[in-house]
């Protein structure tokens, strides 16, 4: 045998792989993977409700090709959101227990007032937050009675009726003072927005999304009668009588579609690398939309916009029709009467006003072709 050095490996004859103990081949379980099989291995908790990756990255994949191009390599399996069939939202089997534990009076740079509020819950650990425009919709978890406390106890939660002032003493409601006999009634259905957090679009001046022209726009609606609005408000909200006695924004804290902030950054690179935004969650193991709405639904229930106190039901700001039966509950506490569509601004005004920027446009078709979203 001829001398080898000794970091020579010895040339043997390949082996052949031993056999399924199935009886199927490579061949045929690979084909099940590309034609969009769920892998057995992944847990379900990782998959979409409404998208399925079509295959587990580097299971199927060119290894020998460069990072770019094993990615758009797994972009050009097709996620047809329409052959999956669009599922409804995954309803909780009961709402979850919340409790307002403060509230304050915010003046607003516009010159209106609202009342923002915090909210404590059994689900998570997070601090939702209400914000309620106008004097007629109230916490009833706030305005409850807690055991040993005092009338400036109640006043610091919040816990009072009017406004407060230098001197104030109690937090009832004094109606020889204030020549009033009562809280209004509510005479329009309120309008609601459910908004999750963005900290990109809301803070960060991001034309990624719309997210901030959605807050902002919503709170403009809910706090000026409908003849102070601008001629470029839509339709169904310029219809309102201008009596509407405001409304609330429910903001959950569900950041890049319930991702959080971090991986919601490394969506966007992958944008940046041609995904769009269904696509880049995917390719991130992440639901394409991961939040739920069970705490939206039963803050709404404590500020007595459910169906025991307003039984002709709200008016929904949203495009997002999936939303609207989420929204109601499990066992329908709350009554979406109508839905009022968002228009963005730069729709309505012929690109005049809001953002202006190319990819929002992009961002805005992935919701309607791939998330069933109703932008009309």
């Known amino acids: 045998m001829t001398d080898l050095p000794a970091h020579a490996s010895p040339k043997l004859p390949p082996h052949t792989l031993p056999s399924r103990s199935d009886g199927q081949s ?14 057995p291995a992944l847990p379900d908790s990782l998959l979409s409700p409404a998208f399925t990756p079509p295959a587990t990255p580097g299971g199927t994949l060119n290894l020998d090709l460069s990072p770019t191009a094993v990615l758009h390599q797994t972009q050009a399996a097709d996620i047809d959101h329409k052959s999956q069939g669009h599922k409804g939202p995954k ?21 209106a007032e609202m009342f923002l509020h915090l909210y404590h819950n059994d689900l998570d650990g997070k601090e939702h937050l209400a914000i309620v425009f106008g004097n007629n919709i109230r916490s009833r978890s706030l305005d409850s009675i807690r055991p040993g406390e ?63 022209e959605q807050l902002d726009e919503a709170a403009r609606l809910m706090s000026f009668p409908v003849e102070d609005l601008a001629s470029d408000a839509p339709l169904e909200v310029q219809s309102l009588s ?44 992440h639901p394409a939309d991961a939040r ?57 005004t012929g690109g005049q006003k809001g953002i202006k920027s190319s990819e929002i446009e992009g961002y805005l078709q992935t919701k309607v072709s791939k998330m069933g979203h109703m932008i009309q």
Do not use: F
């Open 150 to 212: 005092t009338e400036m106890d109640r006043m610091i939660r919040g816990a009072y009726v009017g406004k407060l002032h230098p001197g104030r003493v109690s937090s009832r409601y004094d109606d020889d003072l204030a020549g009033s006999a009562s809280t209004p009634k509510q005479i329009e259905p309120p309008l609601v927005r459910i908004h999750s957090e963005c900290y990109t679009g809301e803070t960060a001046w991001s034309a990624r999304c719309d997210c901030g």
């Open 26 to 39: 490579d061949d045929s379980s690979q084909a099940g993977i590309t034609a969009g099989e769920q892998t």
């Open 91 to 111: 309803l909780l089997p009961q709402l979850p227990v919340v409790e307002c534990i403060v509230r304050a009076r915010i003046p607003t740079t516009n010159g």
């Open 242 to 285: 201008s009596h509407s006695t405001g409304g609330v924004i429910v903001y959950l804290r569900q950041e890049g579609r319930g991702i959080g902030l971090g991986e919601k950054l490394k969506a966007y690179n992958l944008q940046d690398l041609g995904s769009d935004t269904v696509e880049a969650n995917l390719l991130l193991r």
């Open 292 to 348: 739920s709405y069970g705490l939206a639904t039963a803050i709404l229930e404590d500020l007595g916009c459910g169906v025991d106190a307003i039984p002709e039901g709200i008016r929904l700001l949203t495009n997002n029709p999936d939303k609207v039966r989420a929204i109601e509950g499990p066992n329908r506490e709350v009554l979406v009467k109508e839905r009022v569509p968002m228009i963005p601004l730069a729709w309505r």
